[in-house]
């Protein structure tokens, strides 16, 4: 039996550009809505700075491994980032049943709330640099 190589990479190699471009713009809207630079995205995902670079480009679809990680860092759902949801946020579990969605206000009011807490959040994350420990 021959194995092809197209057989035997993972699917996000074989995602077309029309998804690595949907993928690579979320990514980067998700991104700086959480209010991180490039540089710190790679810091705290574990990758290079041009990896991160080449996703939000479209040039490269990140492993399953490291989106599952970038989804929990900047606050979304796999299905947004994968643009089967229409805005950030918009899953049921943000309002109960009966009620209606929230409305565009509302939600650009709960991102900004949600902005500053992970502002603060990664101010708070890491030492400065030679910092002393407490105590």
Do not use: C, N
Not at 3 to 11: D, G, I, Q
Not at 14 to 43: D, F, I, M, P, Q
Not at 91 to 109: H, N, S, V
């Amino acid at each position: 039996m021959v194995v092809l190589m197209s057989e035997r990479r993972p699917p996000e190699i074989r995602a077309g550009a029309e998804e690595r471009r949907t993928l690579g713009l979320r990514l980067r809207e998700a991104r700086k809505a959480a209010g991180l630079t490039l540089e710190r995205s790679a810091e705290l995902l574990r990758v290079s700075a041009q990896s991160i670079w080449r996703w939000e480009a479209g040039a490269t679809f990140p492993t399953t491994d490291r989106l599952e990680k970038a989804a929990d860092l900047y606050g979304v759902s796999l299905d947004w980032l994968m643009g089967k949801e229409k805005r950030i946020g918009e899953t049921p579990e943000l309002y109960y049943p009966g009620e209606a969605p929230p409305t565009d206000e509302e939600m650009r009011l709960a991102m900004e709330f949600i902005r500053v807490l992970r502002r603060q959040r990664h101010k708070h994350a890491d030492p400065p640099t030679g910092a002393e420990p407490p105590g």
